[in-house]
């Protein structure tokens, strides 16, 4: 059982890290965690997803941060498996290892961007531009950064749906559901971050191509 099962994941995974790939998954990860640490995290202006689901159970329940984080992925991953496959899965863990440590190097130094914190409206447009681009990257490479990424390749491949929509359908949700903690004005940021990025993701994964 053990040699069939890596048996499959080489057949699975044979070809899956080109060169051209891995560069690519280097570049989108380096410029998704680089905007997330030195804009997200320095002005307080989030995403939906996982992110946000992970704080409204820690606040509401009170469960530590670290198991959701474990436990949603885990869904999320588990869901897109059973419809995008095993190489899907090696070429996402490859990706979430990537941006993991990206954001440890990232974490080693001050940001070096000025802080927007006074500028929500102007860290919620730059934020998205660099979520969507490094984000889009990834996917358009095969990979993800998370489990929203993962979710919503799950919601569009099953549904048909653009990808674009299916980020909207899971970030709005959470946003909603986010009020119930947080004030409107920062849900507010929070949604001209989702609805940019997404739009942005879904150019780059589509190539421009119009897809209904």
């Not at 897109?80 to 996402?92: D, E, H, Q």
Request: hydrophobic share 50%; proline share 3%; glycine share 10%.
């Amino acid at each position: 059982m053990f040699r069939d099962l890596i048996g499959r994941l080489r057949k699975e995974c044979s070809g899956a890290f080109t060169t051209k790939r891995v560069l690519s998954i280097l570049l989108g990860t380096a410029i998704c965690s680089f905007g997330m640490y030195n804009i997200h995290r320095q002005t307080g202006v989030t995403e939906g997803g996982v992110l946000g689901m992970i704080l409204l159970l820690n606040y509401w329940l009170g469960l530590p941060s670290s198991l959701l984080s474990v436990l949603l992925d885990a869904i999320c991953y588990g869901l897109a498996f059973r419809r995008l496959g095993l190489r899907f899965l090696v070429v996402s863990g490859f990706s979430t290892l990537c941006f993991s440590m990206f954001f440890k190097i990232w974490e080693l130094f001050p940001p070096v961007l000025p802080s927007f914190y006074d500028k929500p409206i102007l860290a919620a447009v730059l934020g998205a531009l660099f979520i969507g681009a490094g984000v889009g990257i990834v996917i358009k490479n095969g990979g993800s950064c998370g489990g929203d990424d993962a979710l919503a390749l799950f919601i569009s491949d099953i549904t048909g749906w653009r990808l674009s929509r299916a980020y909207l359908i899971t970030d709005f949700t959470v946003l909603a559901l986010s009020l119930s903690y947080i004030p409107f004005v920062r849900i507010f940021y929070s949604i001209i971050t989702v609805t940019l990025s997404s739009s942005i993701i879904d150019l780059i994964q589509t190539g421009g191509r119009k897809i209904k």
